[in-house]
């Protein structure tokens, strides 16, 4: 298929997505992502340009109260079954590449994004040790502790966490000053980065695909 008219499938495919979990309608979103997979069958493109765009779509519905909360969370909800339908392609057998930890700041409860992060991980070969959604501080830094780590991941959603978030970086810089640092997630839409980007060995990703082109040269 030419490039173009698989462009504007995708696209397509997309807004049928969007609307499925908009609409609730799990049956329809499944059938959005075989139709894509059937297309395009790299998983970091099907979580950056489905699963992502499409969330932080049904996001900025909900900040600007064009939709209720409890759309917001159906269609979270039907995301994250959509990425354990595919989490089986993500397993791998080989020797693993390195360790890392993927969490949520303290008092974050959108653990989405954060997810896709640790799964696009685990499909780069990396161990991955997802603490996921309101994770206290005191239990995220037990596990930096005590297992051997090679990179820590943060997310935040929501842009009144990114004080927390800096605050726990920091904290982490300070007792870890080799280990390497990612931070992002939709509270980074319109500002933020640049103090982080200010601290050594923290890196901001502002997509999915910086984060394989990162794995990548790992």
């Not at 979270?76 to 959509?82: C, D, N, Q, S, Y």
């Not at 509270?187 to 997509?207: D, Q």
Request: glycine letters at 6%.
């Amino acid at each position: 298929m030419p490039v173009a008219s698989q462009a504007s499938e995708l696209e397509s495919i997309y807004e049928e997505y969007l609307q499925a979990i908009l609409q609730g309608d799990r049956y329809s979103g499944e059938q959005a992502v075989d139709r894509w997979l059937a297309m395009e069958g790299n998983l970091g493109q099907l979580y950056e340009r489905l699963f992502r765009r499409a969330l932080y779509q049904v996001g900025w519905l909900w900040e600007n109260g064009e939709i209720a909360v409890a759309t917001e969370h159906l269609a979270t909800a039907i995301t994250e079954t959509m990425m354990a339908r595919v989490y089986p392609r993500l397993l791998t057998h080989g020797p693993r590449r390195g360790a890392a930890l993927v969490a949520c700041t303290t008092d974050e409860y959108h653990q989405v994004g954060a997810k896709m992060v640790a799964d696009l991980f685990e499909l780069h070969s990396w161990h991955c040790h997802f603490l996921g959604a309101g994770t206290r501080i005191s239990d995220y830094f037990k596990v930096l502790r005590e297992r051997p780590l090679d990179a820590v991941a943060l997310s935040a959603a929501l842009d009144f966490h990114l004080d927390s978030l800096y605050a726990t970086v920091l904290a982490t810089r300070d007792e870890f000053p080799d280990l390497p640092i990612l931070v992002g997630g939709q509270a980074f839409r319109l500002r933020g980065s640049e103090r982080f980007e200010a601290i050594p060995g923290v890196i901001h990703l502002k997509s999915l695909p910086q984060l394989e082109v990162w794995l990548d040269a790992r």
